[in-house]
């Protein structure tokens, strides 16, 4: 089991950037892969990154490669996600999830992530 609690959203003019912080607690944060999805105003749960269990690989959804970057600190058992170049698209709440331990795959679905955060808002002003 794995509890997870983002922070670090807020409100932030475009062209600025955030990072937020996803903490996790849990004997197994070290063997799981993590992500980040967001979910603006009427729309559906959006990929974003995914990181393996000791970073060494990750992956981005296109619209967002070159502006995010994912990130893991496994001694603190949090997850970063830095946001660069924000545009006012970008509002959405954005959460992290963990797949189940021992489980390897990166994955961009949804339904493949057990453990979800309440979610953080980040709202990008023009």
């Known amino acids: 089991q794995v509890q997870l609690v983002e922070s670090g959203g807020g409100l932030v003019q475009a062209g600025g950037s955030l990072r937020l912080s996803c903490a996790a607690s849990?004997?197994?944060?070290?063997?799981?892969?993590m992500g980040w999805f967001r979910q603006g105003p009427g729309k559906e749960r959006e990929f974003l990154a995914a990181i393996s269990w000791i970073g060494e690989r990750s992956t981005y959804a296109d619209s967002v490669e070159g502006r995010l970057t994912i990130s893991r600190d496994n001694a603190e058992n949090t997850v970063y996600l830095q946001m660069n170049s924000l545009k006012p698209e970008d509002t959405a709440v954005y959460y992290c999830a963990a797949r189940r331990s021992t489980i390897v795959r990166l994955s961009a679905a949804p339904e493949d992530y057990s453990y979800w955060g309440q979610g953080t808002q980040v709202t990008v002003s023009s």
């Open positions: 849990g004997r197994t944060f070290r063997s799981n892969v």
